[in-house]
């Protein structure tokens, strides 16, 4: 989200703070910038309950819904308030990643409907608002990564791919990082993450990325500090949170032969708000460190 945006949303919240003629909206941000996600989602419900047709209302509620995974729910605001008001790109954004969560849920036979609306739903943001960066990186990463069968497109990744390098190259190295990665092409994807953290530095996830890439080269310690550096980092609503950092926490913890530490880290995932996806993880890893 760039400053412009930034700054629009605290003004809409100030705006139904004033219509309501309470601190409602104020609260119910702060909270949520606390990652209260529950406390924030009844403050956006209530203030929504009130004005059900404001789609930056519908918006900040689907946004706690979707923090607590109450997907369906969201999805469900999302379409309904973007038949009325087709041109809130943030709702066209954050309904893309709603259904691309919901893709490791949804039976096999959904799946890769759901995972072509969720690209869908990202064009449609960079449609609207042409300096989307975030938005136009998941749409290259998806059509790069993607199987074909989901909608995946080699060619069509590589065209996507020149459009985010020209609006903003940082971006673009994040999703050449993810292609060299799968190569193991290790050293340049360290390079490029490293290149993507310093050119982006209002997001915290990239040096997420780095942690995990230094996991895979099984250099535990780095992978360790450098988690240990995107904890410090200053975050958005959508960089990963604790359940996502704990998982990879564990995996390091078992990497350095810290046992107690990775039971520790994926008990955490399994008492945090999650997808079933990663609990299932946590879960399975559990098992296996208390068999041995």
Not at 102 to 117: E, L, P, Q, T
Not at 219 to 248: H, M, V
Request: aromatic letters at 8%.
């Amino acid at each position: 989200m760039n400053i412009i945006r930034i700054v629009l949303s605290i003004l809409a919240i100030g705006f139904m703070a004033n219509a309501l003629g309470a601190n409602a909206g104020i609260d119910a941000l702060s909270a949520f910038k606390a990652g209260q996600y529950d406390i924030a989602r009844q403050g956006f419900r209530e203030l929504h309950n009130s004005k059900p047709k404001d789609p930056q209302l519908t918006f900040y509620l689907a946004r706690s819904l979707y923090l607590n995974q109450e997907l369906e729910e969201a999805e469900t605001l999302l379409l309904k308030s973007l038949e009325r008001f087709p041109d809130h790109a943030e709702s066209h954004y954050l309904l893309g990643s709603v259904q691309l969560t919901r893709v490791a849920d949804v039976n096999i036979f959904r799946k890769a409907g759901m995972a072509k609306s969720a690209v869908k739903a990202w064009e449609q943001a960079v449609h609207l608002d042409p300096n989307h960066a975030e938005a136009l990186y998941g749409v290259a990463s998806f059509y790069y990564s993607a199987p074909g069968i989901a909608g995946g497109d080699i060619d069509l990744g590589k065209k996507k791919l020149m459009d985010l390098e020209a609006l903003s190259p940082p971006w673009a190295q994040l999703t050449r990082a993810s292609i060299v990665m799968k190569d193991e092409s290790y050293i340049e994807a360290e390079k490029l993450l490293k290149e993507a953290i310093e050119g982006i530095p209002g997001r915290a996830f990239p040096t997420l990325m780095l942690a995990n890439l230094y996991l895979k080269q099984e250099d535990f310690e780095l992978a360790l500090k450098t988690l240990k550096d995107y904890e410090l980092r200053e975050k958005t609503w959508n960089d990963p949170g604790a359940a996502q950092t704990s998982l990879l926490a564990g995996k390091i913890y078992e990497g350095l032969d810290h046992r107690q530490a990775a039971i520790e880290a994926y008990q955490l995932v399994l008492n945090e708000v999650t997808t079933p996806q990663l609990k299932k993880q946590a879960k399975e890893a559990l098992e296996k460190l208390h068999s041995r």
